[in-house]
């Protein structure tokens, strides 16, 4: 272990002055359709700059519904997002829902984002959220940016209880919010600590979508 850390020195003290090492996190979902596995969706999130407040986040999503070995359903959805602080930059994505085609991004000008989706442009000021589950700051907004559609969407925050979930198969501590406002309410946990542990919703049909950390 010394070892280790003797050569993570020497490396911070190669690096020019004022530049950090970047960092990454990995949140890797199964996702479950009425407790049945239909895909999965991944999360890398990447900081660096020199206060550690430069972030860009990749997701990547792939669900398959099947009906006696049929696909019924098919979703791709893809996204790149960049972040100053807890404050949203830019954004890029891709979304094949069941062959309807969207796609959202961004243009700055000035300290204003201009959201540019398929069916409109609106002009948002201040700072800009997304549906960023991994960054606990949502839950003290009351209006996020849903990165499939492009809408600026009014939400409400509510912690309904501190709960033991499993998570990796481990009882773990949490503290389980509800937002609601859009179509659906977001059920979500976090470990004490802010940490992003699970997701849940309903969808058509009242059948129940579930994240499970891998």
Not at 14 to 20: C, I
Not at 34 to 49: C, S
Not at 123 to 143: D, K
Not at 187 to 206: I, M, P, R
Request: hydrophobic share 40%; proline share 4%; charged share 25%.
């Amino acid at each position: 272990m010394r070892r280790f850390a003797i050569i993570a020195t020497v490396f911070a003290m190669l690096l020019p002055p004022g530049a950090t090492a970047q960092t990454t996190r990995n949140w890797n979902f199964r996702v479950f359709l009425d407790n049945e596995p239909i895909g999965t969706q991944r999360f890398t999130l990447t900081t660096q700059g020199e206060l550690q407040d430069l972030r860009e986040l990749r997701s990547e999503a792939r669900f398959d519904v099947k009906v006696l070995f049929i696909t019924a359903y098919r979703y791709r959805h893809e996204a790149t997002e960049h972040w100053q602080g807890d404050c949203l930059r830019s954004i890029s994505s891709r979304t094949d829902d069941d062959g309807k085609l969207l796609s959202v991004k961004s243009l700055r000008e000035g300290e204003r984002l201009n959201i540019i989706s398929a069916k409109n442009s609106e002009l948002l000021e201040g700072c800009v959220m997304t549906f960023a589950y991994w960054n606990p700051a949502i839950l003290t907004q009351s209006r996020l940016l849903n990165p499939q559609t492009g809408a600026y969407e009014t939400i409400v925050v509510s912690l309904l209880a501190d709960e033991v979930i499993s998570v990796r198969g481990q009882p773990t501590q949490a503290k389980h919010y509800r937002l609601t406002g859009p179509e659906q309410p977001i059920d979500l946990w976090y470990s004490l600590n802010g940490d992003w542990l699970a997701l849940q919703s309903t969808v058509a049909g009242g059948r129940r979508l579930a994240y499970r950390l891998e």
